[in-house]
């Protein structure tokens, strides 16, 4: 008997999944994007029930993406087994959004998945979406993404391939353009395959939205030439706007032990208000056939993807499956691991789970809007309808001073409901909004709110789909609702105003600015997310 498998498999902000098999076990990687530490690895033993087990780059020599701005840093890992170990790629983005770009790629290693990795290696910077081919003859091939910044050139110029010398770390021989892709464009996130006798290239193109989709072609030779599939897309739904999940492309292709053939890609669900993706791209599954003339198709016999797959045999996972209704408490002297911070390779600026005892505490560092050093700690939005409570003991001595509960997506992208101070009225309650207005980033205040006890206060959010309300309490007291209704749908690719593109997805979590340099903590005694979708 087979179990069901629904679609996505791994819901909210996971996108550009790669997956390599080591005997019965499967592990996904997707890229983090600005939040901390880099790249985001689950683990499944039945492809259904996924669980975070690592995120590799935790230290500084590996990652530091203070300044980069919003949705750089960790772009597409690419994720593969070979010579007793993990290799990890990755690139590391630094500048984007106009003809000009900045990016280093590099490699790590480990044997061990949850284990350290290695320091890494740097290899070229020329493109972004890197990967790492494995021959058969012992041979090691190094792909990315060309970037073209010239006036009058698509900046998607095709995809390189060079040799890379694991021995000597560097890339070795003549650097060799294989394809430049369909008429789509926007040609990246490349890997290779070998399979009877054939080399294999898979690419995305038509750019990250309705238009995405995965292209396949094939060549006898490693460096081309290279001819597209009869069907040009394995998978899309660039022409089914019907289609549950959209913005398909991105992906990978494996094999189980019994040498069925799966396919993972990423996706998005635009259920909520404008079409919007507020879960941001997530990652998918589907079955795949090879057919008799070596080509892989979709088992389905569309490109475009189901909701529910027939997956391996029954079995249950023993793992822990991640980011569902939870209660955190902060007992431990380590994070809980559905959480991630912002950019700095420096937890120990942000945030402390030792200088009291059961709680988080966040010091008081840059603004909401910083993209150098702020403490903001969440976690992934995975559900279209939640609730979300912590409790904060807080004391501002000033409007400068604040720290509450915030739904973020980026600094131009959020709802953060927050304590701070007044000189009218003391403590005060009030939501700073920013509606993803860019580049001029206007703060929205609501009124303020009186707070008539002292000690901590409760603070909720609750999302329903398109629509956010926020409430404050004090201990065992009835919930004071805030009169404003705001917009959940701005925590998402599509919310923003202006031309910066961004693709990460909503998070929820706690914070604390102290723009006086004082760093005022704030102490957050328990988080709860509890999902309401049906």
């Known amino acids: 008997m087979k179990n069901m498998i629904e679609n996505p498999i791994l819901p909210g902000f996971n996108p550009d999944p790669s997956i390599v098999r080591v005997g019965d076990d499967y592990y996904i990687a997707t ?104 021959d058969d003859d012992g041979k090691k091939y190094f792909l990315n993404m060309l970037w073209d910044h010239r006036e009058g050139n698509h900046p998607f110029r095709g995809i390189q391939l060079q040799e890379y010398d694991a021995q000597e770390g560097k890339l070795v021989g003549e650097v060799k353009l294989i394809f430049t892709g369909t008429e789509l464009r926007v040609t990246e996130a490349p890997h290779l395959y070998k399979r009877n006798g054939w080399y294999y290239l898979l690419t995305a193109e038509g750019g990250t939205s309705r238009d995405h989709a995965m292209t396949l072609a094939r060549s006898r ?22 289609s549950y999940l959209q913005r398909c492309g991105h992906g990978d292709i494996f094999d189980t032990p019994e040498g069925e053939t799966f396919v993972v890609f990423l996706c998005g669900r635009p259920v909520t208000r404008n079409n919007r993706c507020v879960l941001g791209r997530e990652t998918a599954l589907q079955r795949a056939v090879w057919k008799d003339d070596d080509w892989l198709y979709l088992e389905n016999g569309s490109q475009v993807p189901d909701v529910l797959v027939t997956g391996l045999s029954l079995q249950e996972d023993e793992s822990e499956v991640c980011c569902k ?38 010091f008081g560092r840059e603004t909401i809007g910083s993209w150098f050093e702020q403490a903001l700690v969440a976690r992934r939005q995975v559900d279209f309808s939640y609730t979300a409570i912590t409790c904060v003991e807080f004391e501002p001595e000033c409007y400068q001073q604040y720290a509450g509960l915030v739904c973020y997506y980026n600094r131009t992208q959020f709802h953060y409901l927050s304590i701070t101070h007044s000189e009218e009225l003391g403590r005060v309650i009030r939501v700073m909004s920013c509606l993803g207005d860019y580049p001029g980033e206007e703060i929205l205040f609501t009124k303020e709110y009186n707070i008539t006890w002292n000690g901590p206060v409760y603070l909720k959010a609750e999302v329903e789909k398109d629509d956010l309300v926020f409430s ?15 917009d959940a749908t701005i925590l998402s690719d599509e919310g923003g105003r202006g031309e910066h593109t961004c693709f990460t997805g909503a998070f929820v979590g706690m914070a604390c600015s102290d723009i006086t340099g004082s760093q005022k903590a704030a102490d957050f005694s328990f988080f709860t997310y509890s999902s309401k979708d049906k």
């Open 31 to 134: 890229s983090t994007f600005e939040w901390y530490p880099g790249v985001q690895i689950h683990h499944s033993r039945n492809l259904k029930d996924w669980s975070i087990v690592a995120r590799p780059l935790s230290r500084k020599s590996q990652l530091d993406m203070r300044g980069n701005p919003d949705s750089s840093g960790v772009w597409a890992p690419c994720l593969t087994y070979a010579d007793g170990m993990f290799w990890l790629v990755y690139s590391d983005v630094k500048r984007f959004g106009s003809n000009l770009i900045d990016v280093k790629n590099y490699i790590v290693t480990s044997k061990d998945i949850s284990g350290d990795w290695s320091e890494p290696t740097y290899v070229n910077s020329n493109g972004f979406d890197a990967s790492l081919f494995h």
């Open 221 to 242: 030779n490693i460096d081309g030439k290279y001819e597209l599939h009869p069907n040009k897309y394995i998978v899309t739904t660039k022409d089914a706007p019907d």
């Open 325 to 362: 209704s939870k209660w955190y408490d902060f007992d431990s002297d380590v994070l809980p691991i559905d959480f991630q911070w912002l950019r700095s390779p420096q937890p120990e600026r942000l945030f402390s789970l030792t200088q009291k005892k059961g709680y988080l505490r966040l």
């Open 472 to 486: 404050f309490a004090e201990h065992d007291g009835d919930w004071i609702s805030l009169s404003d209704v705001f």
